[in-house]
């Protein structure tokens, strides 16, 4: 099986209490599909860290379907981890996030 890359730039929306990102990975190429995907966050504590339910359409293989998963985020010093999980809390994609500048995150992420 292929190496599974992706990077996606979230921008903090609600103090951490939403992010919205725009994505592409390897999946997505060779035509170099940009797609979008929401985090909101469970609870109401603020801060970026934290269990959010997350929402994306990928313009390729299944335009019309939408996919949800749970992406969970902690943090150690300036670097965030991400970890996604499907509905039924298994592993799908793990990366790590750098501050890019005050309101949004970078993050490299891999098939787990």
């Known amino acids: ?3 599974f890359h992706g990077v ?6 609600e ?3 939403m992010l919205n990102g725009i994505y592409t990975n390897t999946h997505n190429n060779p035509s170099s ?3 979008n995907e929401i985090l909101v966050k469970v ?3 603020q801060g970026v860290s934290g269990v959010y339910k997350c929402r994306y359409i990928e313009t390729k293989p299944n335009a019309d379907m939408v996919s949800h998963h749970k992406v969970t985020i902690t943090r150690s010093g300036v670097v965030y981890f991400f970890v ?5 809390g ?7 996030g750098l501050p890019a500048g005050d309101r949004h995150i970078a993050v490299s992420y891999i098939w787990s």
């Open 33 to 35: 599909v940009v797609d």
């Open 43 to 45: 609870s109401k504590k």
């Open 1 to 3: 099986m292929a190496q």
């Open 8 to 13: 996606i730039v979230y921008e903090i929306i």
């Open 84 to 88: 996604w999980k499907d509905k039924n």
């Open 15 to 17: 103090n951490g209490l």
């Open 90 to 96: 298994k592993k799908i994609w793990e990366g790590i």
